[in-house]
Structure formats: C-alpha cells, structure tokens
C-alpha cells in the first residue's frame, strides 16, 4: 500500500508531466496525444513508473520508444517545475497503457 506521501508525489508528477507532454515537447514527438494515466512512486521516491496512452500517431511501440530515448530531457524539464517541492527527481521509466483498448476489445466480445 502506498503511503501519503508516495500520492502526493505521484499526483504531482502527474499534472506535470501532463502539462509537459501537452506543451513542451510538440517538437520531439509532434502531434501525438500523449496522456499520462498513472504514476507510480517507489517507497524511497527514487524510482516513478509513468504509464501513458498515446493516441494520434500510427505506431504506439515507435512513439513509446521515442519517449524512452527523451527520458532525460523530459526529466529535466520536470525537474524545473517540481525541484521546490520534492528532494530528489524522481528517475522516470516509462510504460503503455493499454488498458483502454483492452476495455474496448472486451466490450466488444460482449457485444458479439
């Protein structure tokens, strides 16, 4: 179970990095819609795991790539928005979400 202080910051590295993607990298991955859904923070707060849908753009597993080569530089710019209110930044480790169209494929079995 995840303590307060583990939300807290998982919340905030999530609005952030929601921001981020929405404003500040359009230059490194164009026009696809990148929404974080979930962050998870280590106990030690040293580790955040960032899982995201993508959406717009034809292939998710070059995108997903492509957010793993930017890892720094998406660090960086969270690390300007957030260095008053944690101690350390987090390392990012990024994941896809596919919970979406598993919900989807789901409904539509149960449709058939």
């Known amino acids: ?7 807290k910051v998982s919340r905030l590295i999530q609005k952030e ?6 404003r500040e990298t359009r230059l ?4 696809a819609l990148i929404t974080v859904t979930q962050v998870r923070v280590s106990a030690d ?3 955040a795991k960032v899982y995201v849908s993508l959406f717009n ?4 597993k070059v995108l997903l790539k492509l957010i793993q080569e930017h890892t720094k530089d998406v660090r960086m710019k969270l690390s ?7 101690r350390i930044i987090p390392n990012l480790v990024f994941f896809q979400d596919d919970s979406l169209d598993y919900a ?9």
């Open 80 to 86: 300007e928005r957030i260095k008053k209110q944690v």
């Open 1 to 7: 179970m995840d303590s307060t202080r583990q939300l």
């Open 45 to 47: 707060l040293s580790v």
């Open 57 to 60: 753009c034809t292939d998710t």
């Open 28 to 31: 490194l991955f164009g026009n």
């Open 17 to 22: 990095l929601g921001e981020i993607f929405q």
């Open 104 to 112: 989807m494929r789901i409904d539509e079995l149960l449709k058939k």
